[in-house]
């Protein structure tokens, strides 16, 4: 009797270990509009360290379009080195714009994340328009702000002339997210660095890409 009473203990402690921590985890990977886990657009870079840790996130420059383009690469995996989990876009005073999803964790409420298909997009939300973005063919959901790109790039002739999306066949998977809003879906290229950026992220940048922020200066 003994012998079954703890074996009974055993797996009671067993279901509330299994399920516990489960469910706090997967709070840090839900998608949501402007939302990637605990990364939302709006917050300070400072506020993003705080989040995850100033190991887990690396101060970059993207150099869009030959000018200063900052950015958090964000890691949520021990020893990660290679994709990030998510990219989030420095605009203005310190502030995270534009927020690009690479990890397969995150999921929307309705569980749409990167490795879905198309058809899974469509049978679960309102597909606004397919088009091509910044590189591949993409998805928007205007209810949720986000923007899938897909692993399909060469749509036939006659999708280049209907636009038709039925024509994108629903086996598409996604190989990205972009959470950003309606009006801001294109790149913000900085003109003037020392217009957008602050003095303080600049000094920050020029720590991990001198060379480039010295050109930067030449041409401003």
Known sequence: MLRYDANTLLLFLSFLLWNGPARGGAKEFVLSRGKAGPIETGMTVDQVFASVGRKSARLVDQQIEGFSSPALEIYLTKNQRTRPSLVAEIVGHDR???????????????????GSTLGEIRRKY???WIGFGEGPLCARVEQIGMTFALD????????????NPALI?????????????????????VANPHDSISAKLMRRIALDHPRQVANLRKRA
């Open 152 to 163: 399909y790039s060469k749509p036939p002739r006659e999708w280049y002339e209907t636009n």
């Open 126 to 128: 309102r597909v606004d």
């Open 96 to 114: 995270i714009g534009r927020i690009n999803v690479y990890d397969s964790r995150f999921k929307t409420e309705k569980g749409i994340g990167v």
């Open 169 to 189: 066949p629903d086996g598409a998977k996604v190989v990205s997210i972009l959470l950003a809003s309606a009006n801001d879906l294109g790149y913000r290229s």
